[in-house]
């Protein structure tokens, strides 16, 4: 990895709490030899850079283009469309429909503003767009108690938000998100998943990218403004 990560890391420790003392213990190395990271005068090891990468909660690629996706504001997007975009009868929302829902909201943005709302990276899998990171984000949002996954006998998952969920903030999301993702909400609330991701995969930034590669965001801008979303 080359030294681009030096202030990421630092920004992130920072941010996260953590003193040059924490991680020096959670890389097993001495403080000293973690100082001499941030400042540019020694490399991670990839094992390192695993390790600090679990920590932070970001990916490597994050790590080593120093460019960090809100991983917090992410979840809080998934939470938003659950509230807004479940079955009006039962509150439930297929898990598939759920990510393509948080990515139209990350490209409309990006389409506005030149900037994803939650700069995750988004590959191109048999399912449509998602980011790496969405399923180990569904798993958290379980464990902590603030989402419902139901079976289908169909195979499919249905999401639905429990009381610990609706108590969680939306603090990362602005009002001119909240807009947009209650926007596009409003499009799909009465949709399939099918329609969704039939959607999702006739559109460019899909259409021509190559199995399991990164979508880069900027290709949404040569979409008609009625095809973003």
Request: glycine share 6%.
């Amino acid at each position: 990895m080359s030294n681009k990560y030096v202030q990421f890391i630092k920004t992130l420790r920072a941010k996260r709490g953590f003193s040059q003392s924490d991680l020096a213990i959670k890389l097993g190395i001495s403080r000293p030899s973690y100082i001499a990271i941030e400042q540019g005068k020694r490399e991670l090891t990839l094992s390192e850079a695993e390790k600090l990468s679990e920590v932070f909660g970001v990916s490597l690629k994050e790590m080593e283009s120093g460019v960090s996706a809100n991983y917090e504001k992410y979840k809080q997007m998934i939470l938003a469309y659950i509230r807004n975009a479940g079955s009006k009868k039962d509150g439930k929302i297929t898990k598939t429909k759920l990510a393509k829902l948080v990515y139209l909201a990350d490209f409309a943005w990006f389409y506005k503003h030149l900037e994803s709302m939650s700069g995750m990276q988004y590959r191109k899998i048999q399912y449509g767009p998602v980011p790496d990171s969405y399923f180990r984000a569904m798993d958290e949002l379980f464990e902590l108690g603030q989402i419902e996954i139901t079976p289908t006998e169909d195979g499919a998952m249905l999401i639905s938000e429990t009381r610990n969920g609706a108590k969680v903030s939306l603090s990362e999301i602005n009002n001119e998100e909240e807009k947009l993702i209650k926007n596009i909400s409003s499009k799909w609330i009465g949709k399939n998943t099918q329609e969704i991701v039939t959607f999702t995969h006739n559109q460019l930034p899909y259409a021509i990218c190559s199995d399991n590669e990164i979508i880069p965001y900027e290709l949404i801008t040569q979409e008609n403004p009625e095809d973003v979303y």
